[in-house]
């Protein structure tokens, strides 16, 4: 069976602050991918990373980063120095062989 | 650039009737899908298409029909809706070079339609 879980329902925190949004997978496949997407008030879906299973390489993006671990089967999205545009909800997809699984997100609130 | 567009936008139906929901992408994708959001449940796969006349079936096909005549349009269908079916639909589409499992390129959304069935 393959399953996302973003155990974490809802996060507030205070702007200026880091915050790490947790994901962990499961899939019995050995090739496999991972995405996270944004979601903000205004409802659409944005995409932000995709990484395959044979790159663990750890991907910084601006005051976003990434760490994915095969070995914990967790691909987790840290933003540094938080804004309050920030302010979304986030979700976590795996793309295994036959199927493509979201998470059921994240809601990130950004305190000013 | 328009990306994917989903028409209409919202839309409140009475239970049993029907309607479609259109989905266009000027991209030139191969491949196309239908999700409903629900709270607590993420995103959900109805039905998705790898190409122009093929649908496929996804998580939550239950209630509803696709077609694809035309590459750039997949047509979502709710031939007598239920107020189970009240949810914010997206439409998707993404690029491969493969036809036929589900790709694993990034997805572009469009921006939702609010549908609600009383």
């Known amino acids: 069976a393959q399953k996302v879980t973003q155990a974490q329902t809802e996060i507030s925190v205070v702007e200026k602050e880091d915050v790490t949004l947790d994901c962990v997978y499961e899939t019995r496949d050995t090739t496999y991918y991972l995405f996270w997407y944004k979601q903000p008030p205004s409802g659409e879906l944005v995409f932000l990373i995709r990484r395959n299973s044979f790159d663990e390489q750890n991907e910084i993006s601006g005051r976003y980063s990434w760490n994915f671990q095969k070995s914990t089967s967790s691909f987790n999205f840290t933003i540094t120095a938080s804004q309050v545009v920030d302010s979304a909800v986030y979700f976590c997809?795996?793309?295994?062989?036959?199927?493509?699984?979201f998470g059921t997100g994240t809601r990130l609130t950004i305190i000013p | 650039n328009a990306g994917v567009t989903q028409t209409p936008k919202f839309r409140v139906l009475k239970t049993g009737q029907s309607m479609t929901l259109l989905c266009a992408q000027d991209?030139?994708?191969?491949?196309m899908y239908w999700y409903r959001q629900d709270p607590g449940m993420g995103l959900r796969l109805i039905h998705y298409s790898v190409g122009e006349g093929t649908t496929a079936k996804g998580e939550v096909p239950d209630g509803y029909n696709v077609s694809r005549l035309k590459k750039q349009n997949f047509l979502l269908g709710l031939e007598s809706a239920a107020p189970s079916q009240t949810s914010v639909y997206f439409c998707?589409?993404?690029?491969?070079?493969?036809?036929?499992?589900?790709?694993?390129?990034?997805?572009?959304f469009g921006d939702g339609t609010r549908l609600s069935i009383l």
């Open positions: 998707a589409s993404s690029y491969d070079f493969i036809r036929g499992a589900i790709s694993n390129q990034p997805q572009h």
């Open positions: 997809a795996l793309r295994g062989n036959e199927k493509l699984t």
């Open positions: 991209m030139n994708h191969e491949y």
